[in-house]
């Protein structure tokens, strides 16, 4: 079972942000997210999800509702 999680880094702990409801010795693989790197995906996708959802062609279903 692969669940994703947020959390801090305090006092060099590792913090979750929500209520984790894991048996004591559960092993974790935590992955570090640099939050540049995050901004950077971001930004470069934008483009390409502006062009996806932003068009005229989709206006049509607007109407629908």
Do not use: K
Request: no cysteine; glycine share 6%; proline share 6%.
């Amino acid at each position: 079972m692969q669940n994703a999680l947020r959390a801090v880094v305090h006092d060099g702990r590792i913090e979750p942000l929500d209520r984790l409801d894991l048996p004591e010795g559960t092993r974790v693989l935590v992955t570090v997210v640099q939050e540049d790197e995050g901004d950077f995906w971001r930004d470069a996708s934008q483009p390409s999800l502006e062009s996806v959802w932003n068009n005229p062609e989709d206006d049509v279903y607007g109407q629908l509702l």
